[in-house]
């Protein structure tokens, strides 16, 4: 590919998904706009915790291969990967032998850690790598450019999308594979079961009665690419990536900074970045955990944010529907995102009794059209790593392109 096309805006060519809300792009909307998943107790032995469920993939739906890579074994995190990404690149309509040179971007935080954990249960004591699963889709599809695994915590595809976008605006690649994907932990549960950050019924971001967040395993691939070398092999966009910012805490190993400062210089760089106003925004697509300081410092944040616009603003909480998909979450809000644009309308939002601390607008009784054609998505994680970014309506006017 030669990515030396002058217009280097970053577009959405190719989705793939498997979750438990459907296990390619069209069941995932109509699971959507259904309501999405419910949880199950998770399938392991062991697990001495209050909070024991996720929401799971059907079972019978988990690819069975790919088993191995390099010698090291693997579990379903991996496997979902590189069905996912086999979903976008088709979409994309790139064969997976003409991507030698597509760089493979992908948010992993807990990885390949059920293979480890199904093992030491067994009492087997060989270690299996944790991280495989950018190589692993790497080697799937033929790429020989830079394979990268992102792994900082639930803001990892946030932070790969960002880097992606700046490798196309910088002329690096002319497409880049972008995901991420989760499977069963745990570690991950026992971890968050004793920070008290585990709901066991459901995850309920900006209830009244939320008490933490629930997992959720799968995985979302996209293909961003430049939108020169999109035209000239007459591949269709879907939308636009026209805005990333990052920022950081730095105020606390697991608890976000109350003043909320720094999720707001996300929102509003990411603006920013994509040349944009926050009247400019259809529809935000929340980090809305569940855990009941960060559903309201966000939620706080929005409103300096869009001001008084933030009551009439639609929020589309998707951990609600899918679990906290950890470092696969940003994708997945990219992937819902864009098919909000293509679809013109936010799906209605899991029926809760919303608390009142979080003043923002959760339609729950019916999906509503966007007003205006680009949707936000916030990220954030431990350490206080925060992404924003924005996805819009892509037009073929390449005035103001990078």
């Avoid at 793939?16 to 392991?44: H, R």
């Avoid at 799937?140 to 900082?152: C, D, E, F, K, L």
């Avoid at 730095?250 to 109350?258: G, K, L, N, Q, R």
């Amino acid at each position: 590919m030669n990515p030396s096309d002058g217009d280097r805006r970053a577009v959405i060519t190719g989705l793939g998904t498997i979750s438990c809300a459907g296990t390619d792009v069209d069941a995932y909307w109509d699971g959507l706009l259904a309501g999405g998943g419910e949880p199950v107790e998770v399938p392991m032995p062991h697990l001495n915790m209050r909070a024991k469920k996720m929401y799971l993939v059907d079972r019978a739906q988990v690819p069975a291969e790919p088993s191995h890579h390099a010698g090291a074994a693997l579990g379903t995190g991996p496997r979902l990967a590189v069905a996912a990404a086999g979903q976008a690149l088709a979409d994309a309509g790139l064969e997976p032998g003409a991507c030698g040179d597509v760089p493979v971007l992908l948010g992993v935080e807990m990885g390949n850690m059920d293979v480890q954990e199904t093992r030491r249960s067994a009492g087997d004591p060989v270690w299996t790598p944790l991280a495989p699963t950018a190589a692993v889709v790497g080697a799937a599809i033929g790429s020989r450019a830079a394979v990268t695994s992102v792994g900082n915590a639930c803001s990892a595809t946030g932070y790969a999308l960002a880097i992606a976008l700046d490798m196309i605006r910088a002329g690096e690649a002319a497409a880049v594979l972008v995901g991420g994907a989760e499977g069963i932990t745990r570690v991950g549960l026992g971890a968050f079961n004793r920070l008290g950050a585990a709901d066991p019924v459901r995850c309920r971001p900006f209830a009244r009665d939320r008490a933490g967040t629930m997992f959720g395993d799968g995985s979302a691939v996209v293909v961003l690419e430049a939108a020169g070398h999109a035209r000239r092999r007459g591949a269709e966009p879907y939308a636009e990536l026209a805005g990333a910012a990052w920022s950081c805490d730095a105020y606390h190993a697991t608890a976000p900074d109350p003043s909320g400062d720094q999720i707001v210089r996300a929102m509003t760089e990411a603006l920013a970045d994509a040349g944009m106003s926050g009247s400019d925004i259809g529809c935000v697509i929340p980090h809305g955990t569940g855990t009941p300081l960060n559903d309201v410092v966000e939620s706080r944040a929005l409103h300096r944010v869009f001001g008084e616009r933030t009551r009439e603003l639609p929020l589309f909480s998707l951990k609600a529907m899918i679990g906290h998909t950890t470092g696969a979450a940003g994708v997945f809000a990219c992937l819902t995102a864009t098919l909000m644009l293509r679809h013109r309308r936010s799906p209605a939002n899991v029926p809760i009794d919303q608390d009142p601390e979080c003043d923002v607008w959760l339609p729950q009784d019916r999906a509503v059209p966007l007003q205006e054609p680009a949707v936000m998505v916030n990220t954030y994680a431990f350490g206080g790593n925060n992404t924003s970014f924005v996805v819009r309506e892509f037009t073929g006017d390449a005035e103001g392109a990078p």
